[in-house]
């Protein structure tokens, strides 16, 4: 099947299509969209959205999309990590 080039920003296409042409995951697409956070509308089972609520969606994300990012504890000395660990000692000669 011929893919359609989408000219205009404001030409409503199917979610997964939009997620292909700006290189996301359209699971995350369609995740936006069922909380309100990307403005799109159902049609029968898919969604419909438009190039321009894309990039109005990713502009006002203080995030990239995907899990935060853990909080790293402070930097623990190599003997803090691993006390079991003793330190060689060389031969006396």
């Not at 205009?8 to 995951?25: H, Q, T, V, W, Y």
Request: hydrophobic share 40%; net charge positive.
């Amino acid at each position: 099947m011929a893919q359609r080039r989408h000219e205009r920003e404001d030409e409503e296409l199917p979610l997964a299509e939009a997620a292909r042409i700006r290189g996301l995951s359209r699971f995350t697409l369609a995740s936006a969209a069922r909380t309100g956070r990307l403005r799109a509308r159902p049609m029968g089972s898919q969604w419909i959205t438009t190039l321009a609520s894309v990039d109005a969606w990713l502009k006002e994300a203080r995030h990239r999309p995907g899990p935060a990012p853990k909080p790293r504890p402070a930097e623990a000395s190599a003997q803090d990590q691993f006390p079991e660990a003793e330190q060689v000692k060389a031969p006396a000669a």
